[in-house]
């Protein structure tokens, strides 16, 4: 009879299989994916999904992302370790306590309440006191703490957010994914290298639940 894995063990697995099978290859985004427990951000009902290869329902009609698209855009934000990150969209808090594995100081924007109380839970009950979680419209930033390193934006944008943009430091990166269909994404990279300059990498495809807000979609987008 086969034994049933350990926790540790499916999420060896996971960075082993889903992971470095898939060419994603920083030793940061590997350690920190193998030490968060995804199985404390997921809600009680679907806790045996917890490592498995896709995203999964949180509740309010959102969800926590595949691990290897989080690990995918960690690795897009090209962090050395020590920065000032901000993400936008909190959800469970998963992809901020993996960022906050690496990064010296996490900030992230959930806009809908019950989620940003749902990963100040999670990111307590893990034991994650780096991260500092708002309730808000994220397409705003964070003006009090800007400039930020990088920013993770994971919710799907129909156009470049300017502000956040201009939250960057001189050289810092912002991954967000983009996009007129808000059910299927270009995940870009911008750089920015100058006060009013900015790079832009294509980096992949994706499909993320839409960005809502100020310079997001209006509420009602389907
Ligand atoms: N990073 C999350 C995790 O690890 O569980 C998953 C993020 S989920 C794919 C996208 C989240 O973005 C949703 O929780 C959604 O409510 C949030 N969101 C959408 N628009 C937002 C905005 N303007 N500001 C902040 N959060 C936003």
């Known amino acids: ?76 934000m090209q962090l050395d370790g020590g920065e000032k990150v901000l993400e936008i969209g909190a959800g469970s808090g998963y992809a901020a306590a993996v960022l906050a594995e690496i990064a010296a100081e996490v900030f992230t924007i959930e806009r809908i309440e019950e989620l940003a109380e749902l ?5 307590a009950t893990v034991g994650i006191t780096r991260v500092t979680v708002r309730c808000g419209d994220g397409t705003d930033g964070w003006p009090e703490e800007a400039p930020f390193d990088a920013i993770l934006v994971s919710a799907g944008a129909p156009k470049i957010p300017e502000t956040l943009k201009h ?15 808000p059910t299927g994404q270009e995940l870009i990279r911008i750089t920015r290298t100058g006060e009013e300059a900015f790079e832009r990498t294509h980096l992949t495809y994706v499909r993320f639940v839409p960005l809502i807000g100020h310079e997001g979609w209006e509420p009602d987008v389907t």
Do not use: C, W
Not at 17 to 39: C, F, H, N, S, Y
Not at 167 to 179: D, N
């Open 1 to 76: 009879m086969s034994r049933i894995p350990s926790l540790n063990e499916l999420r060896a697995r996971l960075v082993a299989e889903q992971l470095v099978a898939r060419d994603i290859t920083d030793p940061q985004v590997l350690k920190a994916m193998g030490t968060v427990p995804r199985e404390k951000f997921v809600p009680d009902y679907r806790r045996h999904l917890a490592y498995e290869d896709r995203p999964l329902s949180i509740g309010a009609g959102q969800t926590i992302s595949q691990p290897y698209i989080v690990a995918y855009m960690i690795e897009a």
């Open 119 to 123: 990963a100040r839970a999670n990111l």
């Open 167 to 181: 939250q960057l430091k001189i050289g810092g990166r912002m991954v967000v994914p983009i996009g007129d269909d």
